[in-house]
């Protein structure tokens, strides 16, 4: 069988590529193999470390040109490079361009090849778009996808027509069958593995630690270099040696220099021929790759017998090195654990030995070579029957009945936490969890709770009662603290740590809780049931994290340790007999005086808990006003509204069309609705919702709702401006008039969504000055001009009205977001700009002589008057009308690292008004599951009817 293998870069060595031609050299005894790269990083001449494995390359990168002579010539060739890749998006990879577009295209198209193995997700584009129909495709993926990210996007749109895909961790195993279903292709496990023949073994009497690694970013070589500083300066006689090379080889060397470390830290490049006698001159094997998912050079320091010091990264370091008996890991990031741990393998020798022993003896499963035979026969078997068609057309059905239609999965998998004990103890009581409770889905690599009204706050709610029940049913003193975070925090006295875990393996036993271990840094260093927690009693740890994983029925929204309640142990001061510290910091400091230890009670989701009295004050930064939310919406389908739309439109002589003609154009994408809900997950602190409309009201919309109302345009205007209006313009320049209306609120269009839990504090300072987010848009330096856009022509009207009263050009405008703003500030607008105000108000449609005051004006006016302040905020942004940004929603739904987002839909796009309608009729409903207490009949409205969801404070 004739097998080829596409890879990015094939001489550069790392891991990576050293797994695959260790794969393909073995392939190679009894097929005909071939290695394809992309690109050519180096100019020397490189040798196939498989003799029988024959490798071609096709760009090289260094010269930007095309490697066959009858390609692009040198500068046609570093033109096409300086394009864009048109199949492999930058955000993907950004390493690719048109001119290996065309090179790839090429290769693939003449591919003489039976099964194609790809090896990256950017590379899986190019197969999906290129490679021959008969050619069966094997996904091979070097990287973790549990990671996320848009580098897996190709993944979600191109893995279904892959024939198969092989997993070099298990550990990914979860991640593809969750997030695809029953759309998922065959998996099978193909993990890297050690050769026969002998390997020297370490005698761990040397003073070196070995590092292998390419040396780019995401190896973590600078933070290894910060974390041997610290070791350096207790273990002088100590050596750091790093075998590798890579894009950032120089920076690191300087790095190394300019920290004064040039004695004790030796780089010696690529020596991928001699890496086993390196292994062999090592004590102690050093890996801070922020993920690994092959784990080669992990399996060959330990056949050598060297145990580990690594970061807990995903996926292959926990599967390849057993925390405890064949090295130690340290949370990801954190170097000050991580130079703890080199110290204590130093200072050990007992436990070095012992682990090299145990490593040694761990290594012996690492030689079975990957089933790739038992696999490709079967892929063969199936095409030749005809079955390979049918199965990839189901896949693929199955996929998009579920996928939604904006690119993807609807339902991308949250990954396993890292820190998870993936024991046969933990597995069983999991699936004994799951067989007894029919409410308990598997979800993220955990057993969840299916809920349907339930928002992250009520869980964060849920997960405090949780633990203050474990707390009181065993008598053990605590009290609630307050930080930053929205979830909870209790404190408990560190002599009291052993009790509280025994209460917690007590209180949560055949419960489908979790518990994580935490570090100083507050992350998980290990992940299990709570049942277990009896099982880290001689465990010193600062904290641990109790939660109940819960996921929506939909499957898109899943709600874990982020939202679990934080058991942090309090100790008394060494330094100082009068206070009590905390490993984590409190709105009030993490040392506090004993004599401040006053409890009183605080009630929380409405239950009474104790806190101190400090935390019951209204601290500094504390936002204790009210703030409302104001939308203004119109249903652009209603043929009455319409109606009154021409009447104004033909009395202006502007062309109209039926009204009832131009009313089925439209749908109802419902997105006020979704942005109500976004509220009420994300943001249950606001007070009132106003909706600000011209005689209309949605259909789902419970007006009966205190906390809603409904307010037409005749409120707001009175006896100013000229009704109907259909300029916006006109509308917010209103919206201060709303009568009961807070000082502070928040304006909202209904494109715009709340996209994870936010504090009032995001918006507003405790003083009470509002904060504005600024766009690097600027506005042209020009006249007002019948070309502008109106809002770019208001724009223009503001920086007029601001540079005469204040003597400022205004520059940028602002972020699609919601607008913090101040009736006070909006009142002030009218008293100083009535002239530009009441024109604005009588432009019944958008109009030259307009000011945007919500979206712009105030925020100037505010902040050269001392009440607004530039804040920041992550807002995403997606034109639903243009193809190349819809492919973004994604990247928000699987993601969720926003604090806000906005879909908007300009009329210049590519995409028509049905695809539109379809896809928000599949995103919206994914990112925001849980249906709003204002949705008339929903299961939470039922609920606030019932007297049973608790009012803010939460």
């Given at each position: ?72 010539d040198a500068a046609a060739g570093a033109a096409l490079a300086a394009l864009p890749s048109e199949v492999v998006e930058r955000r993907w990879d950004d390493r690719f361009h048109r001119l290996a577009d065309i090179e790839v ?168 021929a001699v890496v086993a006698e390196e292994w062999a001159k090592a004590s102690i094997a050093l890996s801070t790759a922020e993920e690994d998912a092959v784990g080669l050079s992990l399996m060959e320091a330990q056949a050598a ?223 299990t049931l709570a049942g277990f927690a009896t099982d880290h009693l001689r465990t010193a740890c600062p904290g641990v994290r109790v939660y109940q994983s819960a996921v929506t029925q939909s499957r898109t929204l899943r709600l ?395």
């Amino acid at each position: 069988m004739k097998v080829a293998f596409l890879l990015t870069q094939a001489d550069v060595m790392g891991d990576a590529e050293r797994t695959l031609f260790q794969h393909a050299s073995e392939l190679a005894t009894r097929h005909e193999v071939q290695v394809v790269s992309v690109f050519k990083a180096r100019r020397r001449r490189f040798t196939a470390p498989g003799p029988r494995v024959a490798v071609s390359f096709l760009v090289e990168s260094l010269q930007s040109r095309a490697v066959r002579r009858e390609g692009p010539d040198a500068a046609a060739g570093a033109a096409l490079a300086a394009l864009p890749s048109e199949v492999v998006e930058r955000r993907w990879d950004d390493r690719f361009h048109r001119l290996a577009d065309i090179e790839v295209e090429y290769a693939l198209r003449g591919l003489d090849a039976d099964v194609l193995v790809v090896t990256s997700p950017a590379l899986l584009a190019y197969a999906a778009r290129f490679a021959p129909p008969q050619t069966m495709t094997v996904y091979y993926g070097t990287t973790a996808p549990e990671t996320g990210g848009p580098r897996v996007e190709p993944l979600l749109r191109h893995i279904t027509r892959c024939d198969a895909v092989a997993l070099p961790r298990a550990r990914s195993r979860e991640w593809f069958t969750e997030t695809f279903g029953q759309g998922v292709p065959p998996l099978v496990d193909a993990p890297p593995f050690l050769d026969d023949g002998f390997r020297p073994r370490s005698t761990l009497q040397t003073r070196m630690v070995l590092l292998v690694a390419r040396l780019e970013k995401q190896s973590g070589v600078a933070e290894a270099l910060s974390a041997w500083a610290r070791v350096l300066e207790h273990r002088p006689t100590w050596t750091l040696r790093i075998i590798g090379d890579g894009p950032l080889a120089r920076s690191l060397v300087g790095k190394r220099d300019q920290m004064a470390l040039q004695g004790s830290v030796q780089f010696v490049g690529e020596a991928p021929a001699v890496v086993a006698e390196e292994w062999a001159k090592a004590s102690i094997a050093l890996s801070t790759a922020e993920e690994d998912a092959v784990g080669l050079s992990l399996m060959e320091a330990q056949a050598a017998g060297v145990p580990v010091v690594a970061y807990d990264s995903p996926n292959a370091v926990r599967e390849v090195v057993a925390e405890g008996r064949t090295g130690l890991l340290t949370a990801t990031g954190d170097t000050e654990a991580l130079a703890s741990a080199l110290l204590h393998m130093i200072d050990n020798s007992e436990m070095r030995a012992a682990m090299g022993d145990a490593a040694v003896e761990a290594a012996e499963r690492f030689r079975r070579p990957a089933p790739w035979d038992d696999l490709f026969t079967a892929l063969d078997a199936d095409r030749r029957s005809g079955r390979r068609a049918e199965e990839r057309a189901r896949r693929v059905a199955a996929h998009a009945l579920v996928s939604g239609v904006f690119g993807g999965a609807a339902s991308v998998a949250t990954a396993v936490p890292q820190s998870t004990q993936h024991t046969r103890k933990l597995a069983t009581a999991e699936e004994r969890l799951l067989k007894r409770d029919a409410s308990l889905a598997r979800a993220g690599g955990q057993v969840c709770r299916v809920v349907q009204a339930e928002t992250p706050f009520d869980i964060v709610h849920a997960n405090l009662r949780i633990v203050a029940d474990a707390l009181e049913a065993a008598r053990i003193p605590y009290f609630v603290s307050r930080t930053n975070k929205v979830r909870h925090t209790v404190a408990v006295h560190a002599s009291l740590r052993e009790e509280t875990l025994k209460s917690l393996a007590e209180s949560c036993r055949d419960q489908a809780v979790y518990m994580a271990v935490l570090n100083g840094a507050d992350q998980a260093v290990a992940t299990t049931l709570a049942g277990f927690a009896t099982d880290h009693l001689r465990t010193a740890c600062p904290g641990v994290r109790v939660y109940q994983s819960a996921v929506t029925q939909s499957r898109t929204l899943r709600l874990g340790a982020a939202y679990g309640c934080t058991v942090a142990f309090w100790d008394d001061d060494p330094d100082d007999d009068e206070c009590i510290v905390s490993s984590y910091r409190t709105l009030i400091g993490s040392r506090i005086p004993k004599s401040a230890l006053l409890r009183e009670p605080t009630v929380l989701g409405g239950r009474r808990y104790p806190t101190l009295q400090a935390f019951n004050q209204t601290l500094h930064h504390d936002v204790d006003f009210p703030v409302d939310a104001v939308y203004t919406w119109v249903d652009g389908a209603d043929v009455a509204w319409l109606e009154r739309k021409n009447a104004v439109l033909a009395a202006k002589g502007v062309e109209t069309e039926d009204a009832a003609t131009s009313a089925a154009r439209f749908r109802n994408r419902d997105e006020l609705r979704y942005s109500f809900r976004s509220l009420d997950m994300y943001a249950p602190w606001i007070r009132n919702i106003y909706v600000v409309t011209d005689r209309q009201v949605p259909q789902w919309l419970d007006v009966s709702h205190p906390r809603v109302r409904v307010v037409d345009h005749t409120e707001i205007f009175g006896s100013e401006g000229a009704l109907p209006t259909y300029n916006s313009h006109a509308i917010e320049s209103r919206l201060h008039h709303i009568e009961g209306l807070a000082e502070h609120f928040l304006y909202f269009n209904d494109d715009v969504f709340a996209a994870r839990a936010v504090l009032p504090s995001l918006f507003f300072l405790g003083n009470g000055q509002s904060k504005h987010f600024m766009s690097s848009n600027a506005i042209p330096m020009s006249p007002v001009s019948s070309l502008d856009e109106f809002s770019r022509m208001a724009a223009k009207n503001n920086r007029a009205l601001v540079s005469g009263m204040f003597g400022r050009t205004l520059v940028n405008s602002f972020i699609h977001a919601p607008h913090p703003l101040r009736r006070s500030v909006m009142y002030d607008l009218e008293k100083y700009f009535p002239d530009a105000l009441r024109a604005t108000a009588h432009n019944q449609l958008r109009d030259s002589t307009d000011v945007s005051v919500a979206s712009s004006l105030h925020h100037y006016f505010g902040y050269y008057t001392g009440r607004s302040v530039p804040g920041s905020i992550t807002s995403g942004f997606v034109n639903v009308g243009l193809s190349e940004q819809v492919k973004n929603l994604n990247h928000l739904l699987a993601s969720r690292s926003n604090d806000v987002f906005c879909l908007n839909d300009f009329h210049d796009g590519d995409i028509s008004e049905d695809e539109q309608d379809a896809t928000l009729a599949a995103f919206l409903p994914s990112y925001f599951p849980i249906a709003s207490q204002f949705e008339a009949g929903s299961p939470r409205n039922q609920l606030f009817h019932a007297g049973r969801l608790p009012a803010w404070p939460l």
